[in-house]
């Protein structure tokens, strides 16, 4: 399977802890974003990484939250501190060299996070 | 900012029966505009997506939309559902010209449900 992987694909931690969840883009892929998604909504943008340069963040990104794609390839989210609130589905997604105009993106599995 | 309105939030189809989700968005520019679909268990996948040109978009498993600019909608459909098409379906959109990023706004999604 060539699609976008996320790993873990669950995750229960306590509250107060930090995780790390990891993307791995589709091969070639040189745009890679993170959206969370909570349950009865669809997914919000939090950020996008075109390469390894993070070129945008969404204002729900908090400070306790940071984002890597430190050589252009997989990425990897931090929740640091984690709260009940952070409970959420958080999905990757990636999408080719074209046109930003012209964006397809591809979504992978989804890391789910409880919060305890 | 643009948002995406999606009116039906739960569907109830008989096997056969003709499907119509409404999608509306706001925002006064350039869209493009996408319907994913997640199967139960499954990611989020791509059915169909307008850029430019025809505003008539054929996607797969047979579902269709149609861009009508001056209402501001993206609605799907599909002449005769099947009972695999039970799924949640999310409209998207994102706002050319607004920067780099061509992060999707979706809507909160219709969860259909078809029935033998």
């Known amino acids: 399977d060539t699609g976008v992987s996320q790993n873990p694909r669950h995750k229960i931690t306590k509250r107060g802890q930090n995780v790390t969840f990891r993307c791995d883009p589709i091969?070639?892929?040189?745009?890679l974003y993170w959206y969370r998604q909570t349950l009865g909504q669809g997914p919000e943008f939090l950020t996008y990484?075109?390469?390894?340069?993070?070129?945008?963040k969404s204002r729900l990104l908090s400070d306790r939250f940071s984002a890597e794609r430190p050589k252009g390839s997989f990425s990897t989210l931090e929740i640091q501190r984690t709260e009940q609130g952070d409970s959420a589905m958080y999905l990757c997604?990636?999408?080719?060299?074209?046109?930003?105009?012209?964006?397809?993106?591809?979504f992978g599995p989804g890391t789910r996070l409880t919060v305890l | 900012a643009q948002s995406v309105s999606q009116h039906n939030h739960h569907v109830i189809l008989s096997e056969a029966a003709s499907l119509e989700l409404g999608c509306n968005y706001s925002?006064?520019?350039?869209?493009?505009l996408f319907w994913y679909v997640q199967y139960p268990g499954q990611h989020l996948q791509l059915l169909l997506k307008?850029?430019?040109?025809?505003?008539l978009v054929k996607g797969i498993k047979g579902f269709e939309a149609e861009f009508i600019k001056s209402k501001f909608s993206f609605n799907l459909r599909k002449p005769s559902v099947q009972w695999s098409d039970t799924a949640e379906y999310f409209c998207?959109?994102?706002?050319?010209?607004?920067?780099?990023?061509?992060?999707?706004?979706f809507g909160t999604g219709t969860r259909l449900q078809v029935t033998l």
């Open positions: 997604a990636s999408s080719p060299r074209s046109s930003v105009w012209t964006d397809t993106q591809y």
């Open positions: 091969s070639e892929h040189n745009r």
């Open positions: 990484f075109q390469n390894e340069a993070q070129l945008e």
């Open positions: 925002y006064g520019g350039t869209v493009n």
């Open positions: 307008y850029f430019s040109g025809d505003p």
């Open positions: 998207a959109v994102n706002a050319r010209g607004t920067g780099t990023a061509s992060k999707l706004t």
